[in-house]
């Protein structure tokens, strides 16, 4: 190794003096002046929002939380032994401590992790594992004998992604109503005058999660919503060529279809206006750019998307109160987890954007007065396998998320962490693991605390009533 470059663990002490330093800090200490907007709002103190972070590829669990005692470690370590880098030393794992101990287990999370860790610490961070797609409780037996009803194609990228944002896990890649949009159907009347078009709101691209039957997603990027060609801007040149385009769009029309497409339309150009005119600005004097990370490949500091994704939801927070809205819901993704090859490089860069990303966020609401009324969680396609071939995992099934903000019951974990080793209760074949939680439970647990009844959760999740008389998981105040 070039003595220029750095070790792993050279690396990671250095990651962590540069958080001490103010890397990850400093948005957050600009912010309580340049928040002040956001915090001075005082008309929307029923304001909530959910904010989905999809880890789009199905992020390795196994490797996220990792269990430290004696036993569980020296499992993990003899199943990643083969692919360099997935075996973590102890010494360079991140302790974590439960608000409720679990009898004779310890748990530490991935190195590269930080701003979680941070978070967890501050009681602001919980962890749920071992959460995936379910119709109803599974055992291992079950699923042999095919004994009990599963969600259709397991470990396909496409159908458990479908599965994880439709309302009903069986449905797949057929369902068309994600539960995000189905939860914003039903408290369209907390958004004032009935306001929904900036209910949905996604920074990437059109999502099933946020899919309804009466509410309908907006896509935005920091600039605002995605422009009509030729309106934005003169078509091809001409005033004249986009005055002839709005009106084409503007006409009244007589045939059905194409006076529904006029409204679509014209709510569309409606939306890139007041959107436009409400965000708040990115950057001085509005919500503070987010700090460069350090990322763990290059050594060299860099731009973190996914804080950029969530800079622009903050923005569009900001300006709640123009919009007319009490309750949003919002997605953002970070991809590439498909870690089949190179895991340990692509694993840490990852991991090091998401626990900046959630951190930097966190804070941002904290300045803006909305701490405890902005709940961020995390969703994958599915976990990974505990084995691993040369240098990478295979698609499994259950895996763990964080739910992070004011409003949970942070510092814990909740659900049921498995045994780890191969073959043991919960694997179904190389550490693939049956989830013991559903994101049915997850959903509902997130959609009762945004303000939905019991009954409302259960017409939003038709498998919610499968998991017993009290579903829900509890993380939430």
Partial sequence: MCKCELSRRQFLR?????TMSGLYASPFIMGLNSLAAMAQDTDMSDYRALVCVFLQGGNDGHGTVIATDQDSYNAFVQARS????????????????????????????????????????AGRAAIVANTGTLIAPATKTQVNNNSVPLPASLFSHFDQTAAWQAIASNGGSAEH?????????????????????????????IALFLAGQTSFQLNVTPAGPIPIYGLNKPLFGSQAGSDALAS????????????????????????????????LTAGPGGVPNPPQYLDPVTKMLADNPLADSLQTVARIIGGRSSLGVNRQIFYVQLGSFDTHDGQAPTHARLLTQLGQALEYFDGLMNDAGLGNQVTTFTASDFGRTLTCNSDGTDHGWGSHHFVVGGAVKGQDMYGTYPIVGVNEANDVGEGRLIPTTSV????????????????????????????????YLGFMG
Wanted: charged residues 10%; hydrophobic residues 45%.
């Fill in 14 to 18: 250095t990651a962590s003096l540069a």
């Fill in 82 to 121: 083969g692919a360099p880098g997935l075996a973590y030393p102890m010494d360079e794992l991140l302790p974590i401590v439960l608000n409720t101990p679990q009898s004779g287990r310890t748990f530490a999370l991935n190195p590269y992790l930080t701003g979680v860790q941070n978070l967890f610490k």
């Fill in 177 to 205: 109503e994600g539960w995000g949009g189905a939860v914003a159907d039903l408290i369209e009347s907390m958004n004032v005058n009935s306001n929904s078009m900036f209910t949905c709101i996604s920074t990437a691209g």
């Fill in 248 to 279: 084409i769009f503007t006409a009244e029309e007589a045939n059905l279809f194409a006076k529904e497409y006029g409204v679509v339309v014209n709510r569309s150009i409606q939306a890139q206006s007041l959107l436009a005119s409400s965000m």
């Fill in 440 to 471: 049915d439970q997850y959903a509902g647990t997130l959609a009762r605390w945004f303000g939905l009844t019991d009954g409302q959760v259960k017409q939003v999740l038709p498998n919610f009533a499968n998991f017993g008389s009290n579903p």
